[in-house]
């Protein structure tokens, strides 16, 4: 490595360090992504670590969530990041997953430029810079290395592919698996590398067996980790609320509008960040490629470039509605989320970004001095998507006023009785607010339950679901959020003490609710006819530090 690229390497270090330094200075007062996080996957690593099940058999149950949720709903003992928040809290459990997720996200994409696509000593600017900003992508927490991690793995399987591996890439082939997910990512991408095989093979003639050694191999460890997923997903029988999934409901021309929103903004599990710089920088190099003669350089960005398109295409049809007839026979595929080819696209684009930037160079030397500007424009926007800075300009509450532990401990302690004694349910905030702090819950949001338990709690909020159509579809066509929802409320569950929102009418069965074991409802607004469904108001509860207003209600 040469010495300005060993600097440009260790200003990078540097720049993710100060990106990561505000979760490590701030503590529980950061600002960190509420939403697919704080409402729900950080409260489910500190349940499943308290229930005592994190080990439990193949049918446990957590007695905490909906009278008992099945321990296979929380996922595998053997991922990392639940060893994380087993061992460490919560808030410093999740900075050392950003920070390992980070890294390796740039080592892995550094690595895969300087071996496979950029070798070039000229390259290495744009080889540390696309690294970079890669790494600073605003994924998806608990994905872990699930998207971040797919350029550490094509390194490795390129290597492999290509006769060049040493024990440093089976290395990363056995480990990644505890630090990512199957489901969330790299079922896609090991799907992506069989079809590479099978295209070494028949076209090719060359069945190369290490390289299907190597996909044999991490697709056996990853089946092995998520057992419980897999007993899930093909061997239980009971049906889950996954089986009243509905998603191929989009005409053509609003698939046709899904994928252009997909191909040009991204997804919110996989963001990008590419729509403003990247994307211009792709098409201006496409339309320079149709210009020259085409190397393997340019191949291999046609190649990413169409691959992008596709990926976005198959995102958005796979929600349309001529699927529907097969999913309804197929149940596989209305359980497992097929669409989720395009997690493939964050490396996707990244790689392609940096081949487009080398075209772009390879043009001369004016067409060369816009390649830094490019790539310092990219890290700058980027930077400004740090979680800090993104959600506390939002106005969302810090870890430490979202989860109010304080203010919880003074509600537990006014009911004065063992929180396994009795049920509650949230109105107009996260369950798992309640959850974290210990409460045990008739609502929840997971990613399944017993189908039976669905239906039960549809009796509770009927009448609510029959005042919203939005809410009706939105709980019985999907439903992993099992809450007491409000057709005035709608699917809002963030309403702060400074809020004046107030429900007017609200129809719950309480009746039900009590014979499921409810005996409080936590609203963090009023509800005015609290009387009317036999609702006793208790106290309400707030103080400095939270940013809720918690009103009690006792059933009667």
């Given at each position: 490595m040469e010495r300005r690229e060993q600097k440009a390497v260790a200003i990078a270090f540097i720049v993710l360090a100060l990106y990561l330094s505000p979760l490590y200075i701030l503590g529980e007062h950061?600002?960190?992504?509420?939403?697919?996080?704080?409402?729900?996957?950080?409260?489910?690593?500190?349940?499943?670590?308290?229930?005592?099940?994190?080990f439990g058999p193949i049918d446990a149950v957590?007695?905490?969530?909906?009278?008992?949720?099945?321990?296979?709903?929380?996922g595998t003992e053997f991922s990392g990041i639940v060893w994380l928040h087993a061992l460490l809290p919560s808030m410093m459990a999740y900075a050392i997953s950003q920070t390992i997720t980070r890294i390796f996200a740039f080592l892995g994409m550094y690595w895969l430029l300087k071996r496979h696509f950029l070798p070039h000593r000229e390259s290495w600017l744009i080889r540390v810079g696309a690294a970079?900003?890669?790494?600073l992508t605003p994924f998806w927490p608990s994905g872990m290395l699930s998207t971040l991690g797919m350029p550490l793995a094509l390194w490795a399987f390129l290597s492999i592919r290509n006769g060049e591996a040493t024990w440093k890439e089976w290395l990363a082939i056995i480990l990644l698996p505890f630090y990512s997910s199957f489901v969330l990512g790299f079922f896609f991408f090991l799907a992506a590398m069989a079809a590479v095989w099978l295209y070494d093979g028949v076209v090719r003639r060359r069945w190369n067996q290490p390289f299907f050694t190597a996909l044999a191999l991490m697709t056996g460890i990853?089946?092995?980790?998520?057992?419980?997923?897999v007993y899930s997903l093909v061997l239980d029988g009971e049906p889950t609320s996954r089986n009243?999934?509905?998603?191929s409901r989009l005409s053509f021309v609003h698939c046709l509008r899904l994928m252009l929103k997909n191909y040009v903004l991204g997804h919110t599990h996989v963001m990008t960040v590419h729509g403003l710089i990247i994307l211009p920088v792709l098409w201006a190099a496409f339309f320079l490629v149709w210009r020259r003669t085409r190397g393997p350089l340019e191949r291999r960005f046609l190649l990413l470039f169409w691959l992008n398109i596709a990926l976005s295409a198959w995102y958005a049809f796979w929600f349309y509605k001529g699927w529907q007839p097969l999913k309804e026979r197929i149940s596989l595929l209305n359980t497992f989320n097929f669409a989720r080819f395009h997690f493939l696209r964050p490396m996707v684009i990244y790689l392609d970004f940096a081949l487009a930037l080398q075209i772009i160079a390879k043009e001369g030397a004016a067409w060369r001095r816009p390649v830094p500007i490019v790539l310092t424009l990219q890290l700058l926007l980027l930077g400004g998507f740090n979680e800090e800075i993104r959600y506390r300009l939002a106005g969302t509450p810090s870890f430490e006023q979202f989860y109010s532990e304080s203010l919880f401990a003074k509600i537990k302690q006014y009911i004065g009785k063992p929180v396994s004694s009795y049920r509650i349910a949230s109105v107009g905030l996260h369950p798992a607010i309640a959850q974290y702090n210990g409460f045990y819950?008739?609502?929840?949001?997971?990613?399944?339950?017993?189908?039976?338990?669905?239906?039960?709690?549809?009796?509770i909020i009927a009448k609510e679901l029959d005042k919203s159509p939005?809410?009706?579809?939105?709980?019985?066509?999907?439903?992993?959020?099992?809450?007491l929802f409000s057709a005035e409320l709608g699917k809002h569950y963030m309403f702060t003490k400074r809020s004046h929102k107030v429900i007017h009418h609200f129809a719950i069965n309480t009746r039900v609710f009590r014979q499921l074991g409810g005996k409080y409802i936590f609203s963090s607004v009023?509800?005015?006819?609290a009387r009317d469904i036999h609702l006793r108001f208790l106290r309400a509860f707030t103080d400095r530090q939270s940013v809720w207003k918690i009103y009690v209600y006792e059933v009667e």
């Open positions: 950061a600002h960190i992504r509420v939403h697919d996080n704080m409402d729900s996957n950080i409260a489910w690593y500190r349940v499943l670590v308290r229930s005592g099940q994190l957590i007695p905490q969530v909906i009278n008992g949720l099945p321990r296979n709903a929380f970079l900003a890669f790494a990853f089946l092995a980790i998520e057992y419980r997923l009243e999934f509905l998603s819950t008739l609502d929840t949001y997971n990613n399944f339950y017993p189908l039976s338990y669905k239906r039960t709690f549809r009796r939005m809410l009706k579809d939105y709980f019985d066509h999907w439903g992993n959020r099992v809450y009023p509800i005015e006819n």
